[in-house]
Nanobody, 123 residues
Framework: QVQLSESGGGLVQAGGSLRLSCAASGRTLSIYTMGWFRQAPGKEREFVAANSWTVGTIGYADSVKGRFTFSRDNAKNTVYLQMNSLKPEDTAVYYC????????????????WGQGTQVTVSS
């Protein structure tokens, strides 16, 4: 099993920045791709960004490209999502997720999920 724990959410004004962290524990060697998803009230959970260990790919949703950056610290088994130039439409619960797939942007491919962290961007 893999356990994921997010932190770093909060309330920020439009144009501001936040950095989310996700610490992985357990059978982390079984993880090939880690991703960030978000879910706004009344909406489906959507892909934000992901990083594949195996193919070395980092991908972003068009809505966050150029503003969000995915990074990782292998020594700490932690991944990060740096979010800059935040907009009110970025308001959502952000989830960290992990999969054994070599690459995926589909939430259905991710077997492991964190508890989520709230990000609220005020206008």
């Amino acid at each position: 099993q893999v356990q994921l724990s997010e932190s770093g959410g909060g309330l920020v004004q439009a144009g501001g920045s936040l950095r989310l962290s996700c610490a992985a524990s357990g059978r982390t060697l079984s993880i090939y791709t880690m991703g960030w998803f978000r879910q706004a009230p009344g909406k489906e959970r959507e892909f934000v960004a992901a990083n594949s260990w195996t193919v070395g790919t980092i991908g972003y949703a068009d809505s966050v490209k150029g503003r969000f950056t995915f990074s990782r610290d292998n020594a700490k088994n932690t991944v990060y999502l740096q979010m800059n130039s935040l907009k009110p439409e970025d308001t959502a619960v952000y989830y960290c997720a992990a999969t054994r797939s070599s690459w995926s942007t589909s939430k259905n491919e991710y077997a492991y999920w964190g508890q989520g962290t709230q990000v609220t961007v005020s206008s």
